[in-house]
C-alpha cells in the first residue's frame, strides 16, 4: 500500500497553468503505474492521464492531450501534472492513484489501488 498526497490545485483564469503534485510514501513508488483522474460536481471520476513505472510512457485522455504532461521523479517518490491552456470544463477535484495492476490500459479507476484525498482545480472564464 502505499500514502498519496496531492497539493498544487487553485483557482486560475482560462488560459493559465498549474502544476500539481503527488507525494507518495513507500519505497515502492518507481514499481507503481501513476495515474491521475478528476471528478466534476455530478459527473464520474474519469482518466486523465497515466505514466508507466519508469516514465517512459504516457497516455492522456484527448480532452487534456497536447495540453497536461504527466511526468515522474522515483528518486522523489513524486508523480506530476503540468497543466497548460486550462478551460473552465477543466475545473474537477484531482486525484492521483497507484496501480499495480500488471496488463494493458490503465485508464480505469478499478484498475488502481491506492488514491489520494484530492486536490480542487478551478478555472474560471
Known amino acids: 500500500q502505499v500514502q498519496l498526497v496531492e497539493s498544487g490545485g487553485g483557482l486560475v483564469q482560462a488560459g493559465g497553468s498549474l502544476r500539481l503534485s503527488c507525494a507518495a510514501s513507500?519505497?515502492?513508488?518507481?514499481?507503481?503505474?501513476m495515474g491521475w483522474f478528476r471528478q466534476a460536481p455530478g459527473k464520474e471520476r474519469e482518466f486523465v492521464a497515466h505514466?508507466?513505472?519508469?516514465?517512459?510512457?504516457?497516455k492522456y485522455a484527448d480532452s487534456v492531450k497536447g495540453r497536461f504532461t504527466i511526468s515522474r521523479d522515483n528518486a522523489k517518490n513524486t508523480v506530476y501534472l503540468q497543466m497548460n491552456s486550462l478551460k473552465p470544463e477543466d475545473t474537477a477535484v484531482y486525484y492521483c492513484?497507484?496501480?499495480?495492476?500488471?496488463?494493458?490500459?490503465?485508464?480505469?479507476?478499478?484498475?488502481?489501488?491506492?488514491w489520494g484525498q484530492g486536490t480542487q482545480v478551478s478555472v474560471s472564464s
Open positions: 505514466i508507466s513505472w519508469s516514465g517512459g510512457s504516457t
Open positions: 492513484a497507484a496501480s499495480t495492476w500488471v496488463g494493458s490500459d490503465y485508464a480505469f479507476p478499478y484498475k488502481y489501488n491506492d
Open positions: 513507500g519505497r515502492t513508488f518507481s514499481t507503481y503505474v
